[in-house]
């Protein structure tokens, strides 16, 4: 086993690296760039590209691309190779500073939701010098963000990047009047579990839906699923042991702070956690770790299921965007000390983030809203579809003696009482976890829990960033103009705690009553993906990027485009295949196996025609029935499908797809799965969830 110290950051053009590597002058002014926010200066580029170049060349690289995030959700990248020709027909292994900051991108080719006709095909990719260089497969990977010809951002990374330059400016000018002169950037950092599932890769290759859309169109729920809560936390299995050590031995040497590794709440189903990195480098490692699960998963004959919800009836996966403010001196702006009553500073920027999170929640929804998410979002194993926030007892009970200007009194912690002698002693925490709150206080970050397990943590990211500079920007404006800093701070943190209480439920987000509270409320419940993009376009939305400067309205309105038509494009190939696999395999074998059961019957009474063929009989009778019912189910979808394709626009469409497809699918799903209980299982044409679940 390799040792963790060894690897971490091997393939990694790091800080170390570039030390070693760069001259004085250069690393100095390469840091200031990164660090403080300054402009890149175009002096140092060719010093850092011929350094890149000659370390990824003793690392065996032959190539090198520039890596971005366009709006499909994975990464792409054109390779390059170092060569260049020589009048004499040899080659020079060059790589200029030209290249390492600009590189060129064919923009019609990739979603741009109408930004790029198809005749308009340039693009552009440009260095982001915050996220170190890496060398993956042979090739020099050079993290990049991705603009159209006219500046348009294409990508997941350009607005993240923009995001994080508001949130600066705002922080910065709040905590100026604190007194913190010597902090000179103030940034989000995340840290993003990912949740997925481990499945035989021959199995897999058995399961066209599985092969084609990530998730089981059909299956019958196994006699055993996750009912014993067996399986969480439990004995990791060897060959999952095997894939999560490669795993992290591969994440490791990108640079890739893997730490936590264990087994989730469904078969099957296991959970990886890194540590806290700035959010454009957490959401580029995030990427990483999701294309490398998938390869390194390849290697032990497995495969590697990063759909929201690839088995009906079991828990399906999401990712958690634990989210914090920290400054470049080490202050995390979102830790309450010692006493949280007494701390202007973490009050200040918690109401802030309050605010941000009430005023901004359909669009907080809108970031995590995909055909995937809406099998999850709402079910009990997953935050509901109405965005609000868990504080915990006590910052509860501090921000109520707040608003209702009423002395807080603090409690010493509470020992933890075991019962037993021998056991340490430690203080209690001061309040409980709520996993059913989409969006948590944990101690010192909050937890946004709604992430699908297979989107990019950018977007949520953007929003909540973008959100929190705008309410910061406010309070800024207020306070520099006031005459008694110490009484407008206070003012100010209670009079928008009290405008913003309604977003605050302590208590369980899966009952039915909080539906009824949130209402009241006034909290908006968006439950299904067409619910809530809309809102994307909402004026008030739009007016909060225009006036951060994160998105324009062009670009607002190229995103809710390209995601409703994914919405669809999904779940129509979803739809196909279903179509696919019900006329190819599963009533062809319903069929046979109905044939095998009437020549039973029909052999009883031959042989022995005092004995009634009652049981083949009853189940003939069952067979046919849900064999006509799932013909009618096949018409039934091909008929709204074709309707959906007369839809004259894209949300009426997506409406349609929402309440006719998806519902016809439905009725598919439940007829093939109860031929799949009663059709033999050697006749069975697929591998089952029992098979699936419990194959590695």
């Known amino acids: 086993m390799s040792n963790p110290f060894d690897l971490f950051g091997e393939n990694v053009f ?24 300054r402009s890149l200066n175009p002096a140092i580029a060719s010093i850092v590209a011929n350094a890149m170049k000659d370390w990824a060349l003793e690392k065996g690289a032959t190539h090198f691309t520039h890596w971005f995030q366009p709006m499909t959700g994975v990464t792409a990248g054109k390779h390059d190779a170092f060569i260049s020709p020589k009048k004499d027909g040899t080659v020079l292994l060059e790589f200029s500073g030209k290249e390492l900051v600009q590189g060129e991108s064919d923009a019609s080719s990739f979603p741009s939701g109408g930004l790029r006709a198809t005749f308009e095909a340039r693009g552009y ?19 990049t963000a991705f603009c159209s010809f006219g500046g348009q951002a294409l990508d997941q990374k ?42 035989d890769k021959d199995q897999w290759r058995q399961r066209p839906d599985l092969v084609t859309t990530g998730r089981t169109l059909f299956g019958a729920r196994p006699p055993k699923g996750q009912e014993l809560d067996d399986h969480y936390f439990g004995v990791i299995k060897p060959r999952v042991q095997a894939f999560m050590q490669d795993l992290d031995n591969e994440l490791w040497k990108l640079g890739v702070l893997s730490k936590t590794k264990h087994n989730e709440a469904a078969p099957a189903q296991h959970e990886m956690a890194p540590v806290f990195s700035i959010v454009n480098i957490a959401a580029d490692h995030n990427q990483l770790t999701m294309e490398i699960m998938k390869k390194v998963a390849d290697r032990h004959n497995l495969v590697c299921l990063l759909h929201e919800k690839p088995f009906g009836g079991i828990n399906g996966s999401g990712k958690h965007n634990n989210y914090a403010l920290s400054t470049n001196t080490g202050i995390n702006l979102l830790d309450p000390g010692d006493t949280p009553s007494e701390n202007a500073q973490f009050l200040l920027f918690l109401s802030a983030v309050i605010a941000a999170v009430d005023d901004y929640q359909d669009m907080l929804r809108i970031t995590v809203a995909s055909a995937g998410n809406d099998h999850r979002l709402g079910a009990n194993e997953a935050p509901p579809a109405i965005v609000s926030i868990f504080l915990g007892d006590e910052l509860t009970a501090i921000i109520e003696s707040i608003v209702s200007a009423s002395r807080y009194e603090s409690h010493e912690r509470e020992a933890m009482r075991l019962g037993v002698h021998i056991l340490p002693k430690f203080p209690k925490d001061t309040t409980d976890r709520n996993r059913t709150s989409p969006f948590a206080f944990t101690g010192n970050k909050f937890e ?43 003012a100010l943190i209670r009079r928008t705690l009290s405008q913003h209480m309604r977003i605050i439920f302590n208590g369980n987000g899966y009952d039915d009553a909080w539906k009824q509270e949130a209402a009241r409320r006034g909290l908006s419940n968006l439950p299904t993906t067409v619910d809530a993009l809309p809102h994307y376009l909402d004026e008030h939305n739009i007016a909060l990027f225009e006036r951060q400067k994160v998105y324009t309205r062009e670009e607002m309105h190229s995103r809710y485009d390209i995601h409703m038509e994914n919405y669809v494009k999904v779940v129509d190939i979803e739809a196909l295949s279903m179509l696919d696999m019900a006329r190819h395999l599963i009533i062809p074998a319903a069929i046979a196996f109905t044939g095998k059961v009437a020549q039973a019957a029909q052999h009883k009474l031959a042989v022995c025609p005092e004995l009634p063929a009652t049981v083949e009989r009853r189940l003939l009778t069952s067979l046919t029935q849900q064999l006509e019912a799932l013909q009618n189910g096949v018409d039934e979808l091909e008929d709204a499908l074709e309707k959906a394709n007369h839809c004259n626009d894209l949300l009426t469409r997506a409406q349609h797809t929402r309440d006719d497809v998806i519902s016809a699918m439905a009725r598919i799903r439940a007829a093939g799965d109860a031929l799949e209980v009663m059709v033999g299982k050697q006749d069975w044409p697929m591998p089952t969830y029992q098979d699936l679940l419990n194959g590695v």
Request: aromatic share 8%.
């Open 14 to 37: 790091d800080d170390n690296v570039m030390q070693k590597r760069l001259p004085k002058e250069t690393y100095i002014a390469l840091k200031r760039t990164t660090e403080e926010g």
């Open 448 to 490: 946004f829990r709604s992430l699908g397990s297979a989107q990019s943590i950018s977007a949520p990211n953007v929003v909540l960033n973008t959100a929190i500079a705008d309410t910061l920007q406010k309070m800024a404006d207020e306070l520099e103009a006031a005459e008694d800093f110490t009484v407008a701070v206070d």
């Open 125 to 143: 990719t440009a260095w982001d010098p915050t996220s170190y260089a890496f060398i993956k497969d042979g090739t020099l990977c050079i993290p």
């Open 158 to 199: 350009t607005p993240l990047l923009r995001s994080m330059e508001c949130l600066n400016k705002q922080a910065l000018r709040i905590l100026r009047l604190f007194g913190h002169t010597g902090v000179v950037r103030v940034f989000p950092t995340v840290g993003a579990e990912q949740e997925y599932f481990l499945v």
